[in-house]
């Protein structure tokens, strides 16, 4: 009896961060990309990034956020972990040759469907912290203007994909940074900087 006590009473850490760090920092590999800062070739580099740490990490965080009676959280970090896991499978089929590359109209309709998604979880950020409501206004702006790219949209001489690059740059940092802060706040077993008070009570 008192073994499942101090079970029950163990401290459960926030798996918030990791889902966050694990959607940010491969965020920030393919935003380099998109933005033109790499070359086009260095997406086999992104692949098992999105597999592992852009996937499974948010898939784990995801059934962990399951476990603490979050569903926000849950559906957030399981979500975008398998959306990194469709990017992923889409290169590496594509690039072995076993699929067809699909037309560019393709790819756009399936990003803005997510930016659709990633706008209808924006609202129930306002409610959240103000750091989560920051990371998902970016998400679904850059998943729009990605889209709008992939459909042959450009601003003068900056292709979308360009600009949605430069955009999932911002994105990705923030969400980095917001994890870094959850951390240290963890860490330190204060607030040490504030995630900011919900916009919405």
């Given amino acids: ?31 380099c990309i998109n933005a033109g800062l790499l070359p086009h070739e260095a997406i086999p580099v992104v692949v098992p990034l999105a597999f592992a740490y852009g996937g ?19 559906v957030a970090f399981t979500s975008y972990g398998l959306f990194w896991w469709w990017f992923a499978f889409l290169q590496w089929t594509v690039g072995a040759g076993w699929l067809k590359a699909p037309p560019a109209e393709a790819i756009a309709t399936v990003l803005l469907i997510w ?14 912290s103000l750091a989560v409501w920051s990371i998902f206004l970016l998400l679904w702006i850059t998943f729009f203007v ?48 504030s995630l900011g008070k919900p916009i919405l009570r």
């Fill in 1 to 31: 009896m008192m073994e499942k006590d101090s079970v029950a009473s163990f401290p459960k850490a926030n798996p918030g961060p990791l889902g966050l760090a694990g959607f940010g920092l491969t965020t920030i590999v393919l935003s």
């Fill in 56 to 74: 499974v990490a948010q898939i784990i965080a995801g059934i962990l956020e399951f476990r603490t009676g979050n569903t926000f959280g849950m």
């Fill in 115 to 128: 930016g659709v998604f990633t706008l209808l979880m924006w609202f129930v950020t306002f409610r959240s």
């Fill in 146 to 193: 990605l889209a709008w790219g992939d459909f042959g949209g450009s601003l003068g001489s900056l292709r979308g994909g360009v600009l949605g690059g430069y955009l999932g740059l911002l994105t990705g940092i923030d969400a980095l940074v917001v994890a870094f802060i959850e951390v240290l706040n963890a860490h330190s077993g204060r607030v040490v900087i």
